[in-house]
């Protein structure tokens, strides 16, 4: 295939845009910047715009380790929106699944695969949503049983589902959820009169944070992005 339409077929822009990203040199195949826009690719050639790998998926797929005073947004309001911290490349591409607060760090993933991302934060498929949380007093570990048995009222005529706890020390704890209410967790730390002091998104479904820096992305390889498609039960030709 050639290289131009490589990159129009992936969605980034069209074949006229292609062009004139090649032709600037943010374009590299193995690691080396080439201009040819008629240059012919192969399925093993690595393709990198702007250093970043297009993996050969017909979506884009991302996360973002979120830092605090940031929204999930896609214009500044309050605070800067999360769209600043991705490349031009994908700014008008992709859109977030769900949202974090602005007091809230961690995992945000973003993607153009529409139904992917409905999928994804619907209640339906239980995605579970796990957070590294720090409260302002002792845990008690009896809250674990509690919130294993869900059916918890969190105020305003809703009930947060089963939820898992593990209690890290007298501060710390984690807590998968699969709802994804509006601020669910700190309604629930909230009913046993706790303040949720930091909290930060560590994994959604089976895509883990890791090493990634704060304010940095990464795009989804492959396999992690099967890996969302297996979860959402989603078949590739339904994607379309």
Do not use: W
């Not at 005529?157 to 807590?175: M, R």
């Not at 669910?184 to 730390?189: A, L, Y």
């Not at 002091?197 to 560590?202: A, G, P, Q, S, T």
Request: net charge neutral; with cysteine; proline share 3%.
């Amino acid at each position: 295939m050639r290289l131009d339409r490589f990159l129009a077929t992936h969605g980034f822009c069209s074949r006229n845009s292609s062009k004139k990203i090649i032709n600037s040199g943010r374009v590299a195949v193995n690691d080396k910047v080439t201009t040819v826009n008629d240059m012919q690719i192969s399925g093993t050639d690595i393709i990198k715009v702007d250093g970043q790998i297009i993996e050969n998926i017909p979506y884009a797929t991302i996360i973002i380790n979120k830092p605090q005073n940031f929204m999930c947004s896609m214009i500044d309001e309050k605070y800067p929106s999360v769209m600043n911290l991705i490349p031009d490349l994908y700014q008008k591409r992709v859109r977030m699944v769900g949202r974090l607060d602005a007091d809230t760090t961690g995992l945000l993933i973003l993607t153009d695969n529409g139904v992917l991302n409905a999928r994804l934060a619907h209640p339906k498929y239980e995605i579970d949503k796990t957070y590294a949380v720090t409260v302002n007093h002792i845990l008690r570990p009896e809250l674990i049983e509690t919130l294993k048995q869900g059916n918890l009222d969190i105020g305003r005529g809703e009930f947060a589902a089963s939820a898992k706890l593990v209690i890290l020390d007298e501060y710390h704890c984690e807590i998968t959820v699969h709802e994804g209410k509006y601020h669910e967790v700190k309604r629930i730390f909230g009913k046993f009169n706790y303040d949720v002091v930091e909290l930060k998104r560590i994994s959604f479904g089976p895509i883990e944070l890791g090493d990634l820096e704060e304010g940095k992305i990464r795009l989804l390889t492959s396999d992690e992005y099967e890996s969302l498609l297996v979860a959402t039960r989603l078949k590739k030709e339904e994607q379309l």
